[in-house]
Structures are given as C-alpha cells and as structure tokens.
Nanobody, 117 residues
Framework: QVQLVESGGGLVQPGGSLRLSCAAS????????MSWYRQAPGKERELVAT????????NYADSVKGRFTISRDNAKKTVYLQMNSLKPDDTAVYYC??????????WGQGTQVTVSS
C-alpha cells in the first residue's frame, strides 16, 4: 500500500522557519522524482520544489528561491522541505508528490502551514 505522510506543519510568525517531512512507503522511493506542492485557499495547487534522481538536482518556484530547500534521504525514504524567512503568502496546505515517468503520481494528505503574527 502506497503512503506519503507529511508532517511538520503548523503556525509560525513571519520570518520564522519550519521543516516539513514526507515519509514514503509502499514503492521504490529512490526511483521517484519527489516534489512539494502547495494550495492556498481559493487558489490552484502550485509546484513549490522538486528533487530529481539520480544526483538530487533541485528546482524551485521563483517565489521560494533562496528561502526554501528541498532534500531527500533515500535510505529513510523521506523528502524534506526546509522553509526559512516565511511570509504570510506562504500560508497553504503543503502536499508531497512522488512521480515516476509514465505513471500517475502519488500524493500525500497534506499538512497545513500558517504564517501569521
């Protein structure tokens, strides 16, 4: 059974940091491109960051470049999103995504991130 379980969300003040984790099971994690998406109220889901395989090349949305860092630990089957200098506009539900070319992606259930004073 495929599972992607996100954790680490919460309420943080502007300028603060959070680290999201996504634990994977039920598939060969190291084969998959892993990404974080987010969806704010009333907006479409958007791609935040991606880490590829092999070599772990990373890509980021312009809105988070220089503030967010995506990483993966294939031994732990986990992908992380370190979020620094958070802004109110970063408030959203953050989703973990696993993609293998030619197949439907897997999604986690999401974790809420709220940036507010």
């Amino acid at each position: 059974q495929v599972q992607l379980v996100e954790s680490g969300g919460g309420l943080v003040q502007p300028g603060g940091s959070l680290r999201l984790s996504c634990a994977a099971s039920g598939f060969t994690f190291s084969y998959y491109v892993m990404s974080w998406y987010r969806q704010a109220p009333g907006k479409e889901r958007e791609l935040v960051a991606t880490v590829t395989i092999p070599g772990g090349t990373t890509n980021y949305a312009d809105s988070v470049k220089g503030r967010f860092t995506i990483s993966r630990d294939n031994a732990k089957k986990t992908v992380y999103l370190q979020m620094n200098s958070l802004k109110p506009d970063d408030t959203a539900v953050y989703y973990c995504n696993a993609l293998l070319g030619g197949y439907l992606p897997y999604w986690g259930q999401g974790t809420q991130v709220t940036v507010s004073s």
